[in-house]
């Protein structure tokens, strides 16, 4: 049995968050700020918070900008749910945009198309773990045209004077985008460390700030901090202080932070995570190598002369084929133990979507790519000879799909 995705855990992080288990300090504290500090230096932002879930990370961001009812905020179809729903949280609305027909990330001319005096903000999901088209993105919200549309609400929006771009960074941490890192591309990046990610803390994620002058991202992160502790002016660590168990609450915040038996896992990968990203760059390789003689292989592009992906996921598309072929290729796999995934059913086919009016024949390019995508097997621990038995199962369901119609 060859599984999807298991998390990569090592006898360092073991160790690790056995540390922290003994130490009497589990929820956030130092372990989480050393995490933060690590990521800012990592990725070349302003400042890092980590908190609870990427998804925590979209919603807060969206909140702090001011995103309510009425405004409406750009994200691509092609996604998954979740880059969705915290617009739909905040009483927004997701303006669903098709991907590239050359690849699945979100098509800037129809991000151009799109916007109107009620948009806020343009989550870019980097799918698979490659970037975004960012410089074409970030000249968009800079164009004289499209300020001239922005309507502020609030101070925050005000002092940006544009649409905010906030990178669904979720599968991209180490990824490269014209020579910088991701979280350092946009004004703000939200990055995933859940259990099938490259980099993982179990459940968790992080909000990568790098706002332009005038804003303070160390203010900002403060701020934010307060927010991710139900508004408290304390977190738990500083209210051990001499005197200082008082606190307030300034606001009706969340509750979205990240502890640090989860940012001890995420300290010690970090440590070992260009080795993790090269070891799934081999594995990417000997799928590629070993596919390209098959007519019906379409193999992705993860390195190119702007970009390198952080080798998230294996997209491979099948030729010509349709959805129903697709899924047989998988079923064949699956009984034959391999298994195999789809990222992602785009978001007009889900029900909760559909309902609310969007259609997926708005949405061509992503249906298309959907339709024929299979996410091959990709984990730190794989063997050669996994790797070449999914290649050899995968041969196999495709050329039988073939041959029974």
Not at 265 to 287: H, T
Request: one cysteine or more.
């Amino acid at each position: 049995m060859i599984p999807f995705s298991p998390p990569y855990i090592s006898e360092d992080a073991i160790r690790a968050v056995e540390e922290v288990l003994r130490s009497g300090w589990i929820t956030t504290g130092p372990v989480t700020k050393k995490f933060e500090q690590q990521l800012t230096e990592y990725c070349g932002n302003k400042k890092t918070l980590c908190l609870n879930s990427a998804t925590a990370g979209l919603e807060l961001i969206l909140r702090w900008y001011g995103v309510g009812a009425g405004d409406e905020v750009i994200i691509p179809a092609y996604t998954y749910c979740a880059t969705a729903n915290v617009v739909a949280h905040c009483g927004a609305i997701p303006v669903m945009v098709d991907t590239n027909s050359n690849d699945f990330n979100i098509s800037v001319d129809g991000i151009r198309r799109a916007i109107t005096e009620r948009t806020k903000v343009i989550v870019p999901v980097d799918v698979f773990g490659i970037p975004c088209d960012y410089n074409e993105i970030n000249t968009l919200v800079r164009d004289s045209s499209i300020r001239k549309m922005f309507r502020h609400k609030n101070e925050v929006q005000r002092m940006l004077g544009r649409i905010l771009v906030m990178s669904d960074a979720a599968h991209s941490v180490g990824a490269i985008y014209c020579g910088k890192k991701t979280g350092s591309l946009t004004d703000v990046s939200v990055f995933s460390f859940h259990a099938v990610k490259n980099l993982t803390t179990s459940e968790g994620g992080a909000i990568a700030l790098n706002l332009p002058e005038p804003f303070d991202c160390d203010a900002i992160y403060k701020q934010l901090n307060i927010s991710s502790l139900h508004g408290q002016s304390k977190d738990a660590l500083a209210k051990t202080t001499k005197k200082g168990w008082r606190y307030d609450v300034l606001e009706a915040g969340y509750k979205m932070n990240m502890t640090d038996i989860l940012a001890a896992i995420g300290v010690s990968q970090l440590k070992e995570y260009e080795q993790i990203m090269q070891k799934r760059r081999q594995i990417f390789k000997r799928y590629s190598d070993a596919l390209k003689p098959y007519d019906w292989a379409v193999i992705p592009e993860h390195e190119s002369e702007n970009k390198k992906a952080s080798f998230h996921v294996y997209n491979l598309k099948i030729k010509d084929a349709d959805e129903a072929q697709r899924d047989r290729i998988i079923d064949i796999m699956f009984e034959k133990e391999v298994f195999v995934n789809v990222h992602f059913q785009p978001l007009p086919l889900l029900t909760y979507y559909k309902k609310k009016g969007y259609k997926m024949s708005d949405f061509p390019n992503a249906f298309k790519h959907y339709s024929c995508e299979i996410s091959l097997p990709v984990f730190y621990n794989m063997t050669e000879e996994q790797v070449s038995e999914v290649i050899e199962t995968l041969i196999f369901a495709v050329e039988k799909t073939r041959v029974d119609g």
